[in-house]
């Protein structure tokens, strides 16, 4: 009877340690990340302006959130609404004016739709080469990636005489073709139906995609999803990784559960005990740097948890799906690698600890006998 | 007649044991129930795996538990002895004292170990939860009680064999006494992982507070985190139990004999 309690506390044991190591990073994989920005008080009672990028949708509703220090549970850093008060907008005005007060931290940009009181990260922006793919649920009009030429003046319109009136009809002017005019930074390499790509020499570091989609917001929907290749190819490099902090699950598992079937015959070896109790804990120490090996892409997480297998289907889908139209394979051929390596690295880990544990149990059963 | 009585015994029995039980499984069932009522897991990741808090301050109770534990049978087993064995002048006294403080209820004493601590400098530290909780009379009383079983003799043989006084605790009265000691070890484990009292008192910052205080202040948000919470809290006076049962009742049992 002990001898199963004892068996099911070491389960237990193995499941606490090794969710104390993984939680830790998942409270920081999962935080927003925020450009914030220090409201100064300028201490001459003037309000200052600031642009619109920091009006963040939540709820069918465009609002300013600042952030701070959250007590007891909620400690960290903690994303809040800014009160109406302090803050006017105009919707014909491209910018925001914030209200003469006391100093605050507001967000300028984030990673993802605010939540409120939930835990945020202050990151600082730094620039770097990306390359963004567009994606429509329509179908996306022509884009160009230098901006129009434009003609002051000009004489030219369609029109005449009706002989024997004195009415003059002219031909309403032509309605200009509906274009996605990229900013400057920005080059366009290819585009196909509801998908495009484009490439940037000095994009934001880490992506943001609601700061990306206000570049040229006023020539897309608000529908319309930007993915970061830079983000994507994080996202399968840490794949692997991930797989390994299972795998250090799953085999600790095994060898607490071949523990339990050695010691269940008499005369076990002591030594044997000893060397699965180290090895449970080489690998559960071994968690922490593991999981400090990488860093998973905000702009791909999901906003609840972080188990969310459909999110990343559905995200890796659309971005595979989009660039197999674009004719490249880079996409998929970074997601393929990156799963063999992950396949193979717990296949690997399993067979190893479960031909140990074997030998083991063997070992035992054949010095029992 | 006989029969009605063992039936009345056993429904009384399943009754009682009901009570016991209705509330915990309660807690079990509903913390695996969404608002809506359907089986969910979210409010378990939620625990185990969203907020590293939770298990950190259950390993920090954890670890502090077994501190007032290991210290308060340390401190028990020694003070124990001397009372059962030893002669001197004021025993029965202080053996009084000792059950007097036994039944003065804990919050008589907060405020005189918070005056202590304070001069000491420890509020706001561990030692201001570990320290007080090491002197713990109930157990003493128990020690007491098991090792007066011991006869004497046994003690006078191992005295004869060559034996020092360390090496008597260590090798013959330790050893009779275990089950005594393991009743000890878990009734203090069980105080320290309860208690609630002293750490509102002697701790002033909610960063440390262990687990079952923290626990009054999860965030209203949704009750059924709350109930997660309480299954992971109890997981060790669980195990503990299922681990030790025989070594408990056989504890206990001894120290009501004398």
Redesign the interface.
């Known amino acids: 009877m002990?001898r199963r309690?004892?068996c099911?506390?070491s389960f237990?044991l193995i499941i606490?340690a090794f969710?104390?190591f993984?939680?830790?990073k998942?409270?920081d994989e999962?935080a927003t990340l925020v450009d914030a920005r220090k409201r100064q008080n300028a201490g001459n009672g003037r309000s200052i302006q600031i642009s619109t990028i920091a009006l963040l949708w939540r709820d069918s509703d465009e609002r300013i959130y600042s952030i701070s220090e959250g007590?007891?549970?909620?400690?960290g850093l903690r994303l809040s609404e800014l009160s109406p008060m302090k803050y006017k907008h105009e919707s014909w005005l491209d910018h925001v004016e914030l209200a003469p007060g006391d100093e605050y931290w507001y967000v300028y940009s984030a990673s993802r739709t605010p939540v409120l009181?939930g835990a945020v990260k202050k990151v600082t922006i730094s620039k770097g080469e990306d390359t963004y793919l567009i994606w429509s649920p329509e179908a996306i009009a022509p884009i160009r990636d230098t901006p129009p030429t434009v003609t002051i003046g000009g004489d030219a319109f369609h029109g005449g005489w009706i002989p024997g009136s004195d009415v003059t009809i002219f031909d309403p002017p032509p309605e200009p073709e509906p274009e996605v005019v990229l900013p400057n930074s920005m080059d366009l390499i290819s585009q196909k139906d509801n998908v495009a790509l484009v490439s940037i020499n000095a994009g934001n570091l880490p992506f943001f995609e609601h700061s990306v989609w206000y570049t040229f917001r006023q020539s897309i929907g608000e529908d319309v999803r930007i993915y970061s290749l830079n983000d994507v190819h994080q996202l399968t490099s840490s794949l692997p990784w991930i797989a390994g902090v299972g795998s250090a699950l799953v085999c600790s598992m095994i060898l607490c559960a071949s523990a339990w079937i050695v010691t269940s015959k008499k005369g076990y070896s002591k030594k044997i005990l000893l060397t699965h109790v180290v090895l449970i804990a080489v690998l559960l120490a071994s968690l922490p740097l593991l999981l400090k090996c990488f860093d998973l892409p905000a702009s791909l997480m999901p906003s609840e948890?972080?188990?969310d297998i459909s999110h990343y289907a559905e995200e890796l889908g659309r971005i595979r799906e989009s660039m197999a139209l674009m004719e490249d394979a880079t996409v998929d051929s970074l997601l393929s690698s990156a799963t063999a390596v992950s396949v193979l690295v717990v296949a690997i880990c399993i067979t190893a600890v479960c031909i140990y544990s074997s030998i083991a149990i063997f070992r035992t059963y054949k010095k029992s006998k | 007649m006989k029969k009605l009585r063992s039936l009345s015994a056993v429904f009384l029995s399943l009754l009682l044991c009901a009570i016991c039980v209705v509330p915990f499984l309660y807690v079990l069932i509903a913390s695996f129930k969404a608002l809506d009522g359907e089986f969910t897991l979210?409010y378990y990741?939620e625990v185990?795996?969203?907020?590293?808090?939770?298990?950190?301050r259950?390993?920090k109770s954890m670890a502090l538990s077994i501190c007032i534990s290991l210290g308060q049978v340390v401190l028990s087993a020694l003070a124990g002895y001397g009372f059962a064995k030893y002669k001197f002048k004021g025993k029965n006294v202080l053996f009084f004292i000792l059950i007097i403080l036994m039944i003065l209820p804990l919050q008589v004493t907060l405020i005189p170990n918070y005056v202590i601590l304070e001069k000491f400098n420890m509020i706001n530290t561990y030692f201001s939860l570990i320290l007080p909780a090491l002197v713990v009379p109930l157990g003493t009383f128990i020690m007491t009680q098991s090792y007066k079983a011991i006869p004497n003799s046994v003690i006078d043989a191992a005295r004869l064999d060559g034996c020092r006084l360390h090496e008597v605790l260590l090798k013959v009265v330790i050893p009779i006494g275990k089950n005594a000691l393991i009743c000890t070890f878990l009734l203090s484990f069980l105080d320290a992982w309860n208690m609630v009292e002293q750490p509102i008192t002697y701790l002033g910052e909610?960063?440390k507070y262990p687990i079952a205080v923290?626990l009054a202040?999860?965030?209203p948000?949704d009750p059924t985190v709350l109930l997660v919470a309480c299954v992971l809290v109890t997981?060790p006076p669980l195990?503990l139990f299922?681990?030790f049962n025989r070594e408990l009742t056989e504890g206990i049992a001894l120290g009501g004999e004398h």
């Open positions: 002990k309690v004892l099911v506390i237990l606490l969710f104390t993984v939680s830790p998942v409270e999962m007590k007891g549970w909620e400690s009181g948890s972080i188990l | 979210k990741y185990f795996v969203g907020q590293s808090q939770y298990l950190f259950f390993w909610f960063t923290a202040s999860v965030p948000g997981i195990c299922a681990f």
